[in-house]
């Protein structure tokens, strides 16, 4: 955590994003109209860093105004259906696209959507808390722990797994690529699979036993749930929270990537209008394309070389250069650790050697009985992920994909450590201690 004009801001999640879908973001959150509509309170969010593709957000939205959120929801059960019906609601007008929907319309339905990318993702451990606590009122701990352990495993499919199921069923290669290019193409990415890499994947996807394991994993949850249900009586509907939550964090996102690749061909159009090409439009901010005062071509070939879009006291700004290290330089950490701590997703304890991955050009370096660790993982890590002995992240609830895919192939796990990506490098012997929450440095 670090201070920047008065405001304690803390590091979260690693997302590589454009200027533009960055500055969307920002937009969004700063909507009250939106919050109010989505959660019934009073707020808005008018501070926020992207350093590096990392995002840092104030205190009081990570602290105060989740635990507000939490608090409201579990309140009644009436409470937690409006927020999810205004969350499916904008999901469905986002994602309706028609002849008469202009790319003016589309910004106002992404801005409009925008507490979902907020409020799935602040209130992971906060809800867990309020399951467990629930459930130890009614039954031992060891009973707890055992009813958490499956119902930290969401019953409802995403969308990565209906797309291999659909695949393997299918197996028309042409139409795959059509219909799934899309979650290969992330953060502004725009761009089709070939055939062979689609072939690659289904060739992959039979061999692949763990799907078979998910099967199973949900069924032993469906018990799982109707059993907590039972237990906790007038407060089911917290087992409903819980599940709906964790499968929309993933879900929140696979949205977003899906509409902004669906509307590239509008976005090339737009560019070249401006004389722009696509490239150069996502690194201007929406302000600067709604307002057209679009910058000039040496600016956007600074954003490109890197750039950290500062949103502070509601007031947005991209800086590029040598202003960049001024913010690199808040956020440093630099002391040295032998030890790092963070949640455990999945139990056990294990010694290995560190692979760390930053994206998908370092993912021929992994070998069998790594440990991985990533800022975050996203599907397309699941091969690397079946190698390794274990998973570490900066990020990451209860909701977060590591945690999922660790409860599925029941490797140790330890998510939200904050520094795992700057603290371990390669080839450092580890020792992760997923029954505790610890990663100690062997050597």
Not at 21 to 37: A, D, P, V
Not at 109 to 135: G, N
Not at 395 to 424: D, N, W, Y
């Amino acid at each position: 955590m670090f201070k920047y004009k008065g405001v304690n801001l803390i590091k979260t999640v690693y997302r590589p994003y454009v200027p533009l879908i960055s500055s969307l973001f920002i937009k969004g959150f700063s909507n009250k109209k939106s919050w109010q509509e989505f959660t019934g309170l009073n707020y808005q969010l008018r501070d926020l860093l992207e350093i590096d593709g990392v995002y840092y957000y104030p205190d009081y939205h990570l602290s105060g105004f989740s635990g507000e959120v939490v608090k409201r929801i579990f309140s009644s059960k009436e409470h937690f259906l409006r927020l999810k019906k205004v969350t499916l609601a904008k999901e469905k007008k986002l994602l309706l696209k028609n002849q008469e929907k202009n790319l003016r319309d589309f910004f106002k339905d992404f801005l409009a959507y925008q507490p979902a990318l907020a409020i799935y993702h602040i209130c992971d451990d906060l809800i867990e808390d309020k399951v467990r606590s629930a459930l130890l009122e009614k039954v031992s701990k060891n009973e707890a722990d055992r009813l958490m352990s499956l119902l930290n495993l969401p019953i409802k499919p995403n969308l990565d797994y209906l797309m291999k199921r659909w695949f393997l069923k299918s197996k028309n290669v042409d139409l795959f690529i059509k219909k799934y290019s899309w979650t290969f193409s992330r953060y502004g990415e725009h761009r089709f699979l070939n055939r062979q890499e689609a072939l690659g994947l289904l060739a992959e996807w039979r061999q692949d036993k763990s799907l078979i394991g998910v099967d199973k994993n949900r069924a032993a949850t469906k018990k799982a749930i109707s059993q907590a249900k039972k237990i906790l009586q007038k407060k089911a509907y917290y087992v409903d929270i819980m599940q709906f939550f964790i499968y929309y964090r993933t879900h929140r996102t696979d949205i977003m990537n899906k509409v902004f690749f669906s509307y590239y061909d509008q976005l090339v159009l737009f560019a070249n209008k401006l004389g722009l090409s696509h490239e150069e439009l996502l690194l201007c901010s929406y302000d600067e394309l709604v307002s057209g005062n679009i910058p000039g071509k040496k600016i956007l070939q600074a954003r490109k070389a890197g750039s950290v879009v500062c949103f502070s006291h509601g007031q947005t700004d991209i800086v590029t250069g040598a202003r960049i290290n001024y913010f690199r330089k808040l956020c440093l950490q630099k002391e040295k650790l032998d030890s790092i701590g963070g949640r455990v997703a999945f139990p056990g304890i294990i010694s290995g050697v560190v692979r760390v991955i930053k994206n998908r050009s370092d993912f021929h370096k992994f070998k069998n009985k790594e440990i991985l660790v990533s800022s975050m993982t996203t599907p397309s890590m699941v091969p690397i992920m079946k190698k390794a002995a274990a998973f570490i992240t900066d990020e990451g609830g209860i909701t977060c994909h590591a945690a999922i895919l660790a409860r599925e192939m029941k490797k140790p796990c330890i998510i939200g450590t904050k520094v795992a990506t700057k603290a371990l490098k390669d080839g450092d012997l580890v020792e992760v201690d997923a029954d505790k929450g610890v990663v100690r440095i062997i050597k």
